[in-house]
């Protein structure tokens, strides 16, 4: 019933992280962990060897705050394959007192004895909140608009498949920059790979916040097109904006979006990635989602892979800490 | 753990659908080995072996665009005896472009690893759709008004049971026919094994579409009454109807509901069934219902063995077809 | 994968019940039965032998006709850790004929083989009917205000944990009594356990019923104070009331709320509990729910345990009755 995954290796010893709360916090050497064992698990996904036993007895409690079917899927899935069971806990929002009762909820959680918690919520923060008053491992599945580190890593996974080492390379993300937990993941484990990120979308879009984080800027797609190596077109996130940030979604998708056309003007080798569900014809033209060069569906199977090995390694480490 | 299960032998040689679309399109041999192969698992369930290993290591996706609580656990319950993982994915049919983000849906969760989707959608054709894009084995819940086939081949299994052969048997399939995609699955799965069907209800109720398919049609419940040997008592879907079809449930129920006083107008042995939930004292009086002529509980559990089958036959022809 | 669990012993001779249906019915030997199992599942958990095979191949459904994302959670995750399956059925109550359909939904879950109901209802006697009318064990998980068999055994399971024997002890039960099927869950158990039971809460919250019960009435916390060993502090159900039963929160806070100055006033070892959700503030300050007398959260991870136990016998039971 269970494979084995000699590849794996022993639990390395300089994973000590109980928790992945976001990129921001990883050092290099942290990320290149994660990245590898993640290409472990993809790797064994693609010969089928996709069902292990290392979490076996492991409870893992999806916690979602905010609606993802994918995300949590994912999740449910990859805690699934390592042997673990997953249950799916809906909390409502509606409570006056969010905070508390968020920590209020994953106390009870704990008490009945889940190991992980993956967590989404609206508020940015959430998740180290927990992290602090829970002994389980808070796994943080978006925040706000500020981390959403397993999406990161699925990003730069699929990136390092398809270009090698990210070194020097040149990475744009466009679209809805300012309200993008996935851009901010994106950019803090980029830079910490030597890639160079630029940030590009409507004037409206943009929040003074990237200028700190050492990313450059553009506002038009055309101008940085000839120099990125590769392309993370965002989904504009309609159900996010109060107010209209660009005039149409024709307009945004003359300006922002990537068609055939454009891509014949950029690197032979431009790889164009997306994190889904796509709005086919704003951000991206079927002929480029379902092309070449693109690398969408890749990035799905990443995603597992990168849960995979995130739950393998704040398991580990939570084992670890809480025997010593 | 897992249970045995030396009745169901070899995997048939003549079996090499990956898919499940619908019961037109099976011969009659296909039909019978899918008959027979539920059986098995019928007779095995009743025995109390109701959990085996034949699936382990595969991961099943119920993909329903359409709420169905029975047929969606029934589905789930019957992956997770052969011991697959089973994952529910609730899709929503908002999007414009329905067509297209059907099957960006149904490929995200084919790179997630999963073997078969379970797919329900109001729009005739869609399983065909997905069978046509992606390489899990799909297996059609209910298209729209077109086919269910699972719905039939219960049906048909629990009239086996009662009556033997088919050959030659008469079966009156009563009700709302227009909006019926059970009626259908009867129709193609009962005329190639020999039965000869007659769709009854009120004219309204009526599609022209029956012609083509060598149904016998009436209007009369009492006329057809003295012939046949299985009456299909469809369920009235008052929530598909945007126009009353009929003047009154009442109405409905004095000319096409069936009671104890027809019961005893028709053949001794007549057999009554239905596919749940049913509307007491619409379509059945709960004298019926709950009579020795009913065999509406046995067709739940007919529903799961057939499933079971089904997800072990695809499963099999799917395997082969990519080994080859 | 699987732990063992020694400490359990033989099947108890004495227990005989195939469903749980509340607390009145049990004689005081099966109530201890009941708590000395759940004991044992309880020290395994805390010792982290949390995964067991007793009742692999086992079905158990959860019927949930009101929402409780807690208990629903609870019991599964008892179940999955008992090795059995585990599916929610999500049942709504829009039907007419509610009785008939109950049934109907039941006997449906039966016929595709489960063998437990977890059952939650807003009209009291609907878990009675059921085990009437299927073979599966049924199991209370709260009828209107009539009983909540698990939550009352999880609360009698803390207060013993803390105080020992409830050997005339006195138990305070405050806050909303009229609504309360926890409240009579409790009074019923401790009350074979020797205790002294005392409801209190605001006079427009008292029942009449309780007068039969044997049990002591209050409409003062600051009187019942100094004599009470255990407070149950009962949540404040707002979405229950149709019109206000007191004139304000805070007052209500005022009069029956646990703060640090009422806990100075009682005994120095009063234990405080209160079935979560806990409104903070409401009926209990954040000093008092996660002060050391409080055990709030120990109440959970015993409700886990009070569910293991009880699937543990009554799935026994109904293994020896359907063999004899």
Same mark, same amino acid.
């Given at each position: 019933?269970?494979?084995?995954l000699p590849e794996l290796g022993e639990f390395p010893e300089n994973w000590k992280r109980m /928790?992945l709360?976001?990129l921001?916090?990883l050092t290099r050497e942290e990320l290149l962990i994660l990245l590898d064992k993640a290409q472990v698990f993809r790797t064994a996904f693609d010969?089928?060897r996709?069902?292990f036993?290392f979490l076996? +007895?492991?409870?893992?409690?999806?916690?979602?705050?905010?609606?993802?079917?994918?995300?949590?899927?994912?999740?449910?899935?990859a805690?699934?394959r390592l042997?673990?069971?997953?249950?799916?806990?809906?909390?409502?929002? !509606?409570?006056?007192? @969010?905070?508390?009762?968020?920590? #209020?909820?994953?106390?009870?959680?704990?008490?009945? +004895?889940?190991?992980?918690?993956?967590?989404?919520?609206?508020?940015?923060?959430?998740? /180290?909140?927990?992290?602090?008053?829970? *002994?389980?491992s808070?796994i *943080? &599945?978006?925040?706000? &608009? /500020?981390?959403?580190p397993t999406?990161?890593l699925l #990003?730069i996974l699929?990136?390092r498949q398809?270009? %090698?080492?990210?070194? %020097? $390379?040149?990475?744009?993300?466009?679209?809805?920059?300012?309200?993008?937990?996935?851009?901010?993941?994106?950019?803090?484990g980029? @830079?910490?790979? +030597? &890639? /160079?990120?630029?940030?590009?979308?409507? !004037?409206?879009?943009?929040?003074?916040?990237? @200028?700190?984080?050492?990313?450059?800027?553009?506002?038009?797609?055309?101008?940085?097109?000839?120099?990125?190596?590769?392309? *993370?077109?965002?989904?504009?996130?309609?159900?996010? =904006?109060?107010?209209?940030?660009?005039?149409?979604?024709?307009?945004?998708?003359?300006?922002?979006?990537? *068609?055939?056309?454009?891509?014949?003007? %950029? @690197?032979?080798?431009?790889?164009?990635?997306?994190?889904?569900?796509?709005?086919?014809?704003?951000?991206?033209?079927?002929?480029?989602? #379902?092309?070449?060069?693109?690398?969408?569906?890749? =990035?799905?199977s990443n995603g597992l892979a990168v849960r995979m090995a995130v739950l393998w390694l704040t398991d580990g480490a939570? $084992?670890?800490? =809480?025997?010593?």
């Open positions: 019933m269970f494979n084995e /928790h709360l976001g921001e916090d010969e089928g996709r069902k036993s076996s +007895g492991h409870t893992s409690v999806t916690l979602f705050f905010e609606n993802s079917t994918r995300t949590r899927t994912s999740f449910s899935l805690a699934q042997g673990a069971s997953c249950v799916a806990f809906t909390a409502s929002t !509606s409570s006056l007192s @969010k905070g508390e009762s968020v920590v #209020d909820t994953a106390k009870n959680l704990e008490a009945m +004895g889940c190991e992980s918690m993956v967590v989404r919520h609206s508020t940015p923060g959430i998740p /180290h909140l927990l992290a602090e008053n829970v *002994n389980c808070i *943080n &599945a978006g925040d706000g &608009a /500020h981390e959403h999406q990161g #990003d699929t990136m398809r270009l %090698g080492s990210l070194e %020097g $390379k040149t990475v744009g993300v466009v679209g809805d920059i300012a309200h993008s937990r996935v851009a901010r993941s994106n950019a803090w980029l @830079k910490k790979l +030597g &890639a /160079h990120v630029i940030v590009c979308g409507p !004037s409206t879009l943009v929040s003074p916040v990237w @200028k700190e984080m050492g990313v450059e800027f553009s506002h038009s797609l055309d101008a940085i097109l000839p120099r990125v190596d590769v392309l *993370n077109m965002l989904r504009i996130q309609f159900e996010r =904006q109060y107010t209209s940030p660009f005039p149409s979604t024709r307009e945004y998708s003359l300006l922002f979006g990537m *068609n055939s056309e454009r891509l014949r003007r %950029g @690197k032979s080798d431009l790889l164009v990635i997306a994190p889904g569900p796509i709005n086919r014809g704003v951000e991206l033209t079927p002929e480029v989602a #379902d092309g070449p060069q693109s690398a969408i569906l890749d =990035q799905v939570r $084992k670890r800490i =809480q025997n010593a």
